[in-house]
């Protein structure tokens, strides 16, 4: 089994930056690791998420936050982070950070984010 931790989340104003941290724990090596975001009474949406594979590391971002966000991972440390700039009050949701496997998911318990204007 995999744990996801998350961390990095709070309040903060319209343009302001905030990281976030996902450290996975367990024997599973995960080649995807990822954000997701839903705001109250929304779906679940991808943010950005990192594959590893036959290419080598390719990071995938939603559009809406290509530009401002930066995805990256420290295998070392089996943690993914999700740096946000020029944060939007738009960007408020709650984070969650997947971890992928074959066609096993993995989901941390979520991570409060609030931009304000």
């Known amino acids: 089994q995999v744990q996801l931790v998350e961390s990095g989340g709070g309040a903060v104003q319209a343009g302001g930056s905030l990281r976030l941290s996902c450290e996975a724990s367990g024997s599973i090596s995960l080649n995807v690791m990822g954000w997701y975001r839903q705001a109250p009474g929304k779906p679940r949406e991808l943010v950005a998420q990192i594959t590893r594979g036959a290419s080598g590391i390719v990071p995938n971002y939603a559009d809406s936050v290509k530009g401002r966000f930066t995805i990256s991972r420290d295998n070392t440390k089996n943690t993914v982070y999700l740096q946000m700039s020029s944060l939007k009050p738009e960007d408020t949701a709650v984070y969650y950070c997947?971890?992928?496997?074959?066609?096993?998911?993995?989901w941390g318990q979520g991570t409060q984010v609030t931009v304000s204007s």
């Open positions: 997947l971890g992928a496997i074959g066609y096993r998911n993995f």
